[in-house]
């Protein structure tokens, strides 16, 4: 809890450092106190140093537990352009971790896409797909990444690929599915959003808890669009 509350965190740097050179340390103290460090680094705005020290781990020989610290902590840096910068630091070090390195390039283009470097996220999007081209995270990326350059028919195709996979109790397959119902309502064939509002009507029971305000705005939305007979509400 030093990390987040004491006044200095050079200090706790400098206590990090005299504790790790303990040999014995537990597993559980070396977990708490990479993510200390991190913390540090990100409360005093070093992300040089927070950079330098990640991508050493991520060059070497990392450990399971190390990289489980880490991917979190990076994933919670609220700046998404020095997280961008982290990330893009890490990867060529992640290589011979393949399932962590897919992690990292799925942050790296939400990161860009918060960014709104809309282009380079699309382009990104599709080089992951080349390599992985069953991740549902990656066909994510492209539907929304589609959806703002301009391309409303990939976008929907991207999501479709995702609800056909996704099982309807997850959130991501009523994100997908509210997104197609947009992006018909916009095209030249608004009414095509309506067959998209009958199954989310069909399958009201199964929605995630918290989605109801979404769903029924986005409903309401569509329907103006549309004139649809029936809808999600």
Do not use: H
Request: one cysteine or more; aromatic letters at 6%; charged letters at 25%.
């Amino acid at each position: 809890m030093r990390a987040l509350v004491d006044q200095n965190p050079d200090k706790v740097l400098a206590a990090i450092d005299k504790m790790e050179a303990n040999l014995k340390l537990s597993i559980t103290a070396r977990e708490a106190m990479l993510w200390a460090r991190i913390k540090c680094f990100e409360r005093l705005g070093n992300y040089d140093s927070m950079m330098d020290y990640l991508s050493t781990i991520a060059r070497g020989s990392p450990q399971a537990w190390q990289m489980e610290q880490i991917y979190p902590a990076v994933r919670a840096l609220e700046d998404d352009s020095n997280k961008l910068s982290v990330v893009r630091a890490m990867l060529p070090g992640l290589s011979k971790l393949p399932s962590m390195e897919r992690r990292f390039r799925i942050m790296e283009i939400d990161s860009m896409l918060a960014l709104a470097q809309y282009e380079q996220a699309y382009e990104a999007s599709k080089n992951f797909l080349d390599l992985y081209p069953r991740a549902g995270d990656g066909w994510r990326v492209l539907a929304v990444s589609a959806g703002k350059t301009g391309k409303p028919f990939e976008a929907d195709s991207a999501w479709k690929t995702i609800t056909e996979r996704a099982d309807p109790r997850r959130e991501l397959w009523w994100e997908g599915m509210l997104s197609r119902a947009e992006i018909r309502a916009a095209s030249t064939r608004p009414k095509a959003a309506c067959q998209i509002l009958e199954e989310l009507t069909a399958r009201k029971s199964q929605m995630p808890a918290g989605l109801n305000t979404k769903v029924d705005a986005v409903t309401k939305a569509v329907n103006l669009k549309s004139n649809c007979a029936a809808g999600a509400s």
